[in-house]
């Protein structure tokens, strides 16, 4: 080994020690929320395929039910060859970004390649050395990247206090060219959700700029499936609206929801829109097909938000701490190492869990994050509140 990887090996074995080393393992997915690895068939409670879309059969095949060779090249080519600002903008992302604008009552819609390709291009195209962030604590990585690599000054507020933050919006405010208020919708780790009527107040009070991430909220909140805004009667308040693809839509890029104004000056200046080559024709053509079945996704969103208020009603029932009150359930052990082992045990059950650790979230807060699909039967979660008590102890 060279003194890199010397040095490199020494931090794993770091990790290892403290419980905190990862690695990637390949499943299959199967149908009914299950995932196959190896061998063992497990209840997949790890994924974010919250409507079930991704092991749908039937809509996968009414999708490819259209497969001909008129249209291979145009709708169903694996790649785009370029970036959208190049060759690589098919029409098939004017239709996605039209519908979205629609669906959401924006003027316009900018679709990226990921939720982070989006988060972390947003705020540095937006936000500069006379500008401030405030930003929820609990903030997804991929904004605090986004924030990290954005000139403007950054101050995170403590999760969901917003006295805290109406202090730093009445102190800051008259200092900054622009203050953005930057939060998630649905926190990814809490699974608690943000109170939208409070910020939207602050944003219009102290005239912020909201930035808000729906990603665990998009298609599964809300009666169109548009998120915690839709819910809350808010969207119309909100500046930056982004929302994935990745978890409810079991596709692949994200988008974020603006007026005309924004959509121009970010294809302009967005660095992770226009120097990476843009989604291939196949993934913006099941986007679009999956647009107007979204929206009547009511009974797939109602059976998550019951599946989910059991489990915690099952949880709670065995002496154990959970939060949140969304389809993320997370079961809070402290201890690293505990939660490793808890989640072995649970995966020999038949169960897949994942142990989340530092720095995903912050010392001492190790946990089991539960995530639930509208595809799951409630028989097949009877018993997990039991079996994660004994995990655990």
Not at 112 to 125: D, I, R
Not at 271 to 292: A, E, K, M, Q
Not at 366 to 385: G, I, V
Request: glycine share 10%.
């Amino acid at each position: 080994m060279n003194v890199l990887e010397e040095r490199l090996q020494a931090e794993l074995q770091g990790l290892e020690q403290q419980g905190l080393l990862r690695g990637l393992k390949s499943v299959d997915r199967i149908a009914g929320g299950r995932i196959r690895s190896g061998e063992s068939r497990l209840l997949n409670l790890a994924g974010n395929d919250y409507l079930g879309i991704g092991s749908n059969q039937t809509l996968l095949d009414e999708f490819y039910s259209t497969l001909s060779a008129d249209d291979r090249l145009g709708s169903y080519n694996p790649g785009s060859g370029s970036s959208r600002l190049m060759t690589g903008n098919h029409s098939g992302y004017e239709q996605l970004e039209q519908g979205l604008a629609s669906l959401y009552g924006t003027e316009k819609a900018l679709v990226f390649n990921s939720g982070y390709h989006c988060n972390v291009g947003l705020l540095p195209a937006l936000a500069g050395k006379e500008d401030l962030i405030l930003a929820d604590k609990l903030c997804h990585a991929s904004l605090i990247d986004g924030m990290r690599l954005s000139r403007a000054r950054l101050i995170r507020y403590p999760h969901a206090d917003y006295e805290r933050l109406e202090g730093l919006l009445r102190k800051h405010t008259p200092s900054f060219r622009t203050v953005f208020i930057v939060t998630e919708s649905i926190f990814s780790m809490d699974g608690d959700c943000a109170d939208l009527s409070v910020l939207t107040e602050l944003k219009q009070h102290y005239n912020a700029v909201l930035y808000l991430d729906e990603a665990h909220a998009v298609g599964v909140r809300g009666r169109q499936g548009r998120g915690l805004a839709e819910e809350q009667g808010k969207g119309a308040e909100v500046d930056l609206l982004v929302g994935t693809f990745g978890k409810a839509w079991a596709g692949q890029g994200a988008f974020v929801a603006c007026s005309r104004i924004l959509y121009d000056y970010l294809v302009n200046r967005v660095r992770s829109l226009i120097f990476t080559t843009g989604l291939p024709p196949v993934s913006i053509h099941w986007l679009d097909f999956l647009l107007p079945q979204i929206k009547e996704m009511e009974r797939e969103r109602h059976r998550l938000a019951e599946l989910a208020h059991q489990l915690r009603q099952g949880l709670r029932g065995q002496g154990l701490v959970t939060g949140g009150n969304s389809q993320i359930v997370p079961v809070m052990i402290g201890d690293a190492a505990r939660a490793v082992a808890a989640a072995g045990r649970l995966r020999s059950s038949g169960f897949q869990v994942n142990a989340v650790r530092p720095p995903t979230v912050p010392e001492g807060t190790s946990r089991l994050r539960l995530t639930l699909t509208a595809a799951m039967e409630t028989e097949q979660l009877s018993a997990l509140p039991a079996l994660i008590a004994r995990a655990i102890t």
